[in-house]
């Protein structure tokens, strides 16, 4: 049997143990071997999609129903990917990041452990395929994620991170709840058994249409989606800057991920009429409401944390376009992968890129950083690099995302969602460009003396490039999108 | 009425005090109590499950959901109270709603 997908659950559980046990010293470099051990296995996973098709992995030998399987398709194996890329640029930031600030504030020493059980958790959360392992998974994440909100330890930290853990115990109980009632229903919990028994005639019980209606809410209140996303934007700017990032850039697709398998791969078309069209609805919603919020904050973390909140939104317009099926479906999901990867880098890029202003400046306050293209230009190049796949102009990855987006919308001849998707564009324009415009400008603020590590520049630069020529990359997203439980064998892409 | 329909509705009663105590109450250890109220109705529910067989051999699946939930509830509620605990030390508070103001930070 192919160990591949357990060796990616297993390499990151090893170093954070590791990391844990060993002595502080050693803490950095057991952490960067462990990210590029994981690069390593996630490249040779996509590789082994790509060559001989999805893995299926049988925990312990056990399988399906009764044991616990692994489902290595190929938009799990392109999210391990980004989050291998992501972590790693994530992990060389922080290890920049860490002393510079002052090395004896509270917590700062469990960053390595938490990020890398985080990392755990993430991998297991794309792989399973398994509901209740979805939740299990799930918390992991929440919990490692929470704590590492905390890590700053003062009064707006532990606030922030104690709403994020309700808001995240809520989602929680109501997913396990609904787990306990489709269960009760049909008796099974692999995704691909539920899948076949759902679509028995007679199989739309109601203890299992509320059940799935539960677990879609509860994905939503993690997700953040609209008005759900009240807790993100304090979490996200309060944490240390690459906790932020890896939160914006990486958990809320962990969530979006276990609820496109839920309603594409698990539940048959329209068994659960209205949810999908309602989704797309918040989504739109999302997309305009987090855009005018990104537009009014002063604090530069605060920005990109409700940047995130709009750009979430576009991955909810797949659902009603789904229900097309065929080509539309494969052109729309192949879209908003390429938009989760788009956002995944180029966000992670921005939040790194804003947390090193932040350090230069000595503030955070966005109307006090003028005339950072002169004394901080790799920073500034980040911030708008970033905004050009934030807007959707080409070449970037946001641009190829929007435009499948936009192309399956009208070959719907569903062609309001496309308006949205522009809309989107132009807000997105309106809020990166008073920004970029501040940081050009001729007059110049106080800033501090350049950093020692040059990695807290090149490490955010190198993502927000990466996503500026991803749309290069769109034919393997493609390829990996075919290799689906989610798009039915036969569909061609483009 | 069956003795799974018993446990069903009285783990739902239970699941919807603890959510009106996670959402409406302010006090962190409300918060705190009104997650796992919600954890132990979903429990009731799975455990009642586990008679429904056909044949009359108990179905372990549900318990052992119910003794990972209880795992994942002890972690949650640990991590919980530590936030509250230090949150309380900082600042003086005793929930998260209000701002706490600049003379409360350390």
């Known amino acids: 049997m192919d160990h591949l997908p357990a060796l990616l659950i297993i390499a990151p559980l090893a170093g954070a143990a590791l990391v844990f046990v060993t002595s502080r010293s050693v803490d950095r470099a057991i952490t960067c071997i462990t990210a590029a051990v994981i690069t390593g296995l996630a490249v040779l996973l996509v590789a082994r999609v790509l060559g001989g098709g999805a893995l299926r992995y049988e925990i312990g030998g056990w399988g399906a129903p009764l044991g616990i399987d692994l489902v290595a398709d190929g938009p799990a194996a392109l999210f391990i990917l980004l989050t291998a890329i992501v972590g790693s640029a994530v992990t060389a930031y922080a290890t920049g990041y860490f002393p510079v600030t002052e090395p004896t504030r509270y917590g700062h020493g469990l960053f390595w452990t938490l990020w890398l059980f985080m990392w755990t958790s993430l991998n297991a959360l794309f792989l399973t395929g398994d509901v209740f392992n979805v939740y299990v998974c799930l918390e992991l994440v929440g919990i490692s994620a929470v704590a590492l909100v905390t890590l700053k330890g003062d009064a707006e930290a532990l606030r922030a991170g104690g709403r994020y853990l309700f808001a995240s115990m809520l989602a929680a109980m109501t997913y396990l709840l609904g787990v306990a009632l489709l269960y009760s229903a049909v008796g099974q919990l692999d995704m691909e058994v539920l899948r076949d028994a759902l679509q028995q005639p007679g199989a739309a019980a109601s203890g299992a249409a509320v059940g799935l209606t539960l677990m879609v809410a509860a994905l ?146 966005i109307a006090r950083m003028r005339g950072a293209a002169r004394s901080a230009p790799v920073l500034t190049a980040v911030i708008t690099l970033a905004g050009v796949t934030m807007m959707g102009l080409p070449p970037s990855g946001g641009f190829g995302s929007k435009w499948m987006l936009i192309s399956a919308s009208v070959q719907a001849g569903q062609w309001w969602w496309a308006l949205v998707l522009g809309l989107g564009g132009l807000l997105a324009a309106a809020y990166m460009f008073r920004v970029v415009a501040v940081l050009m400008a001729d007059t110049a603020d106080d800033v501090g003396p350049a950093r020692a590590a040059v990695r807290l520049e090149w490490a955010p630069l190198v993502l927000a490039v990466a996503a500026l020529f991803l749309v290069l990359a769109a034919p393997l997203v493609n390829d990996l999108v075919a290799i689906s439980s989610l798009v039915p064998p036969g569909v061609m892409l483009p | 009425m069956s003795t799974y329909l018993i446990y069903a509705l009285g783990g739902a009663l239970v699941f919807a005090i603890g959510t009106y105590a996670l959402l409406a109450r302010r006090h962190v250890m409300h918060k705190v109590i009104g997650a796992n109220l919600m954890g132990s109705g979903t429990f009731l529910v799975l455990i009642g499950m586990g008679n429904r067989t056909p044949d009359g051999v108990t179905d372990p699946v549900p318990q052992a959901m119910v003794l990972t939930g209880i795992v994942v509830t002890v972690a949650l509620t640990a991590l919980g109270l530590a936030i509250a605990k230090r949150y309380y030390s900082v600042t003086g508070l005793d929930n998260l709603d209000d701002e706490p103001s600049a003379g409360d930070r350390p």
Not at chain 1, 223 to 229: D, G, N, Q
């Open chain 1, 220 to 365: 939503v209140l993690k997700t953040a989606l609209v008005p759900a996303h009240f807790w993100l934007p304090t979490a996200h700017a309060s944490a240390p800057t690459p906790v932020s990032a890896a939160l914006s850039a990486l958990v809320v697709k962990g969530s979006y991920f276990a609820l496109l398998r839920l309603m594409l791969g698990v539940m048959p078309p329209g068994f659960l009429p209205g949810v999908d069209v309602a989704l797309a609805v918040l989504g739109s919603i999302a997309i305009v409401w987090g855009s005018v919020q990104a537009l009014l904050q002063s604090r530069i973390k605060q920005f990109v944390a409700y940047s995130t909140v709009a750009q979430i939104g576009y991955l909810f317009i797949v659902f009603p376009l789904a229900r097309t099926g065929g080509d539309v479906l494969a052109l729309a999901l192949g879209g908003t992968l390429l938009h989760a990867t788009a956002h995944g880098l180029a966000k992670a890029g921005l939040f790194l890129g804003a947390g090193s202003l932040m350090e230069r400046f000595g503030h955070a306050e």
